[in-house]
């Protein structure tokens, strides 16, 4: 019985793996830095949806020093055109305010304008 339960999680681990995407979790955290205007963002935990429609990848975040992660409630989502590089940020969420290139906010059109000119300018 053991040994069809650790096959069983052994066969499941790989596709429950797959499913994460390390770039787009990595874009995201590239987007928070930035937005954020921080050289060191400590991230706690992180999640990423590369088969979802927009694609995108969510996390907890602290940017003081030594913050464990059981203390981060700060979240960053990111959302973007598609799963694969070079991503194009459609949207972020900073905790509970969201920022598009279609916000009707002229503030918060013009923070998500420059967050995806940074990404663009780190792909060419």
Avoid: W
């Amino acid at each position: 019985m053991k040994t069809l339960i650790l096959a069983s999680a052994v066969l499941l681990m790989p596709a429950m793996a797959e499913a994460q995407s390390p770039p787009l979790e990595t874009t995201c955290q590239i987007v928070a830095k930035n937005f954020l205007l921080t050289d060191h963002l400590n991230v706690g935990i992180i999640q990423s949806f590369p088969e979802l429609k927009p694609p995108g990848a969510r996390l907890t975040y602290s940017t003081r020093t030594g913050a464990s992660k059981s203390d981060m409630s700060d979240s960053f989502e990111c959302e973007f055109d598609k799963a694969d590089p070079p991503f194009h940020l459609t949207r972020f969420c900073v905790s509970e305010v969201c920022y598009s290139a279609s916000d009707a906010d002229a503030d918060r059109k013009r923070r998500f304008d420059e967050m995806r000119t940074l990404l663009d300018r780190m792909n060419k």
